[in-house]
């Protein structure tokens, strides 16, 4: 495919109120294999937090794209991430999710890697007739081409060709920060997590984090169940969200991709993490410590999202196909806060995020509705990114200048706004890295014929 085809996929002509997704970019399976390689193989995807593997040998599996991926931590501390695959003949070493393992026998020969990713052993080695070059040859696990970690939350990319992690992030540190200060002793991931397979594709459940728009269509069901605990019309009095009650909201876009949208809670009590406001204002100040009381969804592209509302969530996208995703979430806590706010977080989420809670199931099948309203091939053209259109601003708006950050774009009003703008800047991201790939791509294939003359 063409990198001009891709283009043009994306129309983003805002100045005449334009902004348009080709609904190929949902149902061509040619176009999501080209997705794989231009954008999961050649930038920063999320791995997991340091964390989950915090004793000396522990480690953990996941994907780049649909590529395996060991990340472990060895004897002396430290933290590779390395492609999950036998030097001998490729087998997957470790099918665990996570685990501990001074050494990962292959399961098919049985050859055998340390925790630091070096070659341990090879079975039978000796008298085996080996060529020198074989002696020579390197047998130790690939590492990625880049790893990087932010304060804890680790990152693999599969190029080298990449900004720097702290660049990529850029100015989305603000919404992390606000993540990883919420306890002097950091955060860690409540054992277990939740993970379901949608047939969907994966940028259903990327803009699904930040539409504000379909609360109160998908959610209905949730939103009256809660009235009806706040009313005393029910036995459950857990409270996960105060729908009527929030009003403020901000959306904000960022380079690279990224987007965020902040939502002021005025009922700061239905917080978890509200039992640890004092200590909160004196070591990170009042604002700061408010804003973490605040409903606040950050998607970081193009596979990790961070949904503060209904308890604290971390959720990350496996495209699997073009209609098909696998999502894996986990409850995120501050370490060392108390039994009574711990037990309150897992109800919140169980009721609003879990697979089988009262949200995420009505989300998922909206996405399924979508992948099979894309089999009109008939409609072309997607209108679900104009809400907001003639209210955007470039750059902060007061509320992103009183918070400290610099948004690429901003949006700031009244709920009911709604804005899809917040979409944009996946999308554009999208339609850059794969230009850059096809162009990429167009390039070597050139040199390649070339040379065979
Ligand atoms: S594939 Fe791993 S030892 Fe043969
Ligand atoms: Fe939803």
Known sequence: MQAEDLTDCVVDETDRGVFTVHRDVYRDPDIFELEMRYIFERSWVFLGIEDQIAKPHDYLT?????????????????????????????????QRERGNARIHVCAYHGWSFDSSGRNASIKDRKDACYSEAFERDDHDLVPVAKFGSYRGLMFGSLSADVPSLEEHLGETRFFLDLVLDQSPNGIELLPGSSTYVYKGNWKLQLDNALDGYHLTSVHPSFIKIVQQRHSGGSNNKLTALDF?????????????????????????AIRPLYGMLDELRARVGEERANLMLDSRNLVLFPNVQFAENASLQLRVIRPLAVDRTEMRSY????????????????????????????????DTTCYEDCQAGYKAHAVKWTQGYARGMTSVMKGANPAARQFGFEPATSQYGDVLIQDETIFHSAYREWRRLMARGAQADAKASHAYVEGQR
């Not at 994907?63 to 997957?92: E, K, Y």
């Not at 409850?331 to 977080?345: D, L, N, Q, T, Y």
């Open 331 to 362: 409850v995120i806590a501050p370490k060392g806060e108390s039994a009574a706010a711990r037990e309150f977080r897992l109800r919140q989420f169980e009721d609003f995020f879990n697979s089988s809670g009262l949200a995420t199931s009505d």
């Open 244 to 268: 009527e009650a929030y009003r403020q909201r901000g959306s904000f876009t960022f380079a690279n991709g990224h987007a965020a949208v902040w939502t002021r809670n005025p009922n700061p």
């Open 62 to 94: 996941t994907w780049i794209g649909r590529q395996p991926v060991l990340v472990m931590r060895s004897g002396d501390g430290q933290v590779g991430a390395f492609l999950n695959t036998c030097s001998h003949r490729g087998a997957m070493l470790t």
